[in-house]
């Protein structure tokens, strides 16, 4: 059985409000969840706090953050 992965908090300010998530890594894929759902994406060649951001972004823009 393999451990849980590490998670890490997450923050974007958009228009003014902060939304916090949380992101963590699992092989290749980093996950962001929020009080209202979850988003995953393939590692690439970006830092993991930016992707997560990103991650993070898209899911404040479809009202799940």
Do not use: C, F, N
């Not at 393999?2 to 890490?8: C, F, G, I, S, V």
């Not at 699992?26 to 060649?45: D, F, L």
């Amino acid at each position: 059985m393999q451990p849980e992965p590490q998670r890490h908090p997450v923050v974007v300010e958009i228009d003014g409000k902060t939304y916090k998530g949380t992101y963590w890594i699992a092989g290749e894929i980093m996950m962001v969840s929020t009080g209202g759902g979850g988003k995953s994406h393939q590692i690439g060649s970006r830092p993991p706090m930016q992707l997560a951001e990103q991650l993070l972004t898209a899911l404040v823009k479809a009202g799940k953050a």
